[in-house]
Nanobody, 125 residues
Framework: QVQLVESGGGSVQAGGSLRLACAAS????????MAWFRQAPGMEREGVAG????????YYGDSVKGRFSVARDNAKNTLYLEMNSLKPEDSAEYLC??????????????????WGRGTQVTVSS
């Protein structure tokens, strides 16, 4: 059983930065494919960034490319999301996801079987 716990959300002004963390626990989780998603009220869950194992493959959603950076520390079983130049449209609940085997696209939330409870990010203009 894999458990994911997000932290680091909060309120920030436009142009600011935040760093999210996702602490993962469970056997073999260091070999899982992990990703960040976000969901704003009334909107579909959106893939933000995905990373496989020890950062061999990294992917970003188009809306965050050049502003967000994902990394993982396998020694700590922790996934990070560094968010810079934040915009009001980045406001959402950010969720960490994991899967042992990725079937389909990294940005498809149906590809993941494990989810954290999320951390809220609010960006004011």
């Amino acid at each position: 059983q894999v458990q994911l716990v997000e932290s680091g959300g909060g309120s920030v002004q436009a142009g600011g930065s935040l760093r999210l963390a996702c602490a993962a626990s469970g056997d073999g989780v260091s070999g899982y494919y992990m990703a960040w998603f976000r969901q704003a009220p009334g909107m579909e869950r959106e893939g933000v960034a995905g990373i496989y194992r020890s950062s061999g493959d990294i992917y970003y959603g188009d809306s965050v490319k050049g502003r967000f950076s994902v990394a993982r520390d396998n020694a700590k079983n922790t996934l990070y999301l560094e968010m810079n130049s934040l915009k009001p449209e980045d406001s959402a609940e950010y969720l960490c996801a994991a899967t042992k085997i990725l079937i389909g696209n990294w940005w498809n939330y149906n590809s993941y079987g494990y989810w954290g409870r999320g951390t809220q990010v609010t960006v004011s203009s």
